[in-house]
């Protein structure tokens, strides 16, 4: 009698602690603590280095020093984590300056700003879902797809800024009011994902550009003075506080994801 064979079981996907082929890192809740870190950690670091060298060459090094690190972020064949949070930091303390000068400088309301890059942003991500057919993070491989990735990155970042100055400054709630605030609107993806009325990709966005002005409000709340709603620790040490966090918090992120990696290879292959 014929030996019959069943069709061998197909093997599980990796996990995303094991993913490789995206340039994002992976989607967990050490990347949303990082990134609102790296938020806080931004906001106070341009108003330092606005105050402390001139806001011109300020402006002019971060801006040249994020063409840098985005630069070697697109060379790379994979992603790695310090560098691709390196250029989130970058992005965080150019376009808050960026967005400082257009306020202070040229006069532009917070709510215009506002507008103009929600419509900048809606457009983005129409083009590029025509073009790749997906905004989803876990398919961003090819330089053309990073592209669009980072300058919607840009966009959410500029977009969190304005949202969160015309939050507190301009409806003057206060940064500790406006903080909270977004903690509460950051959490309607959550539910609407658990309900399926969004899906994950438009869930991950709108929590993108949220956690900008998130971090941003709690990070002046502690840095700025009384004078400006704050309890005044000082936008450098908050800033150098808030650099260690991230780090320790990489540090833990890393260790994490090769454990699950370690749990994954050695599973017995009748598993597999």
């Known amino acids: 009698m014929a030996r019959s064979y069943a069709p061998a079981a197909p093997r599980p996907a990796a996990p995303d602690g094991v993913r490789a082929a995206s340039k994002v890192p992976v989607v967990d809740g050490w990347f949303w603590v990082v990134k609102v870190l790296t938020t806080g950690m931004g906001e106070t670091l341009s108003d330092f280095l606005a105050k402390t060298f001139d806001p011109v060459l ?32 970058l992005v965080s303390v150019f376009g808050t300056m960026v967005a400082d000068v257009a306020h202070v400088a040229l006069g532009v309301p917070y709510a215009l700003s506002a507008g103009a890059l929600a419509g900048a942003l809606a457009a983005l991500f129409l083009l590029w879902h025509l073009v790749e057919g997906s905004l989803a993070i876990d398919r961003v491989t090819g330089l053309r797809r990073e592209l669009f990735y980072w300058a919607a990155v840009l966009l959410t970042f500029a977009l969190g800024t304005a949202l969160g100055d015309l939050t507190a400054a301009t409806l003057d709630l ?99």
């Open 58 to 89: 300020a402006v002019g090094a971060a801006g040249l020093l994020l063409a840098v690190t985005l630069l070697v972020q697109l060379r790379t064949r994979r992603c790695v984590p310090g560098l691709y949070w390196a250029v989130v930091v």
């Open 174 to 272: 206060g940064y500790l009011v406006a903080g909270v605030g977004f903690a509460v609107l950051i959490a309607v993806p959550a539910v609407a994902a658990r309900a399926r009325w969004v899906g994950p990709v438009a869930g991950f966005w709108w929590a993108y550009v949220l956690t900008r002005p998130l971090g941003a409000s709690f990070a002046d709340w502690l840095g700025v003075g009384a004078d400006r709603g704050g309890i005044g620790l000082g936008t450098g040490p908050v800033s150098l506080a808030l650099a260690v966090l991230m780090a320790v918090a990489l540090a833990l992120s890393a260790r994490s994801h090769r454990r699950v990696a370690g749990l994954i290879t050695h599973l017995p292959s009748t598993l597999l």
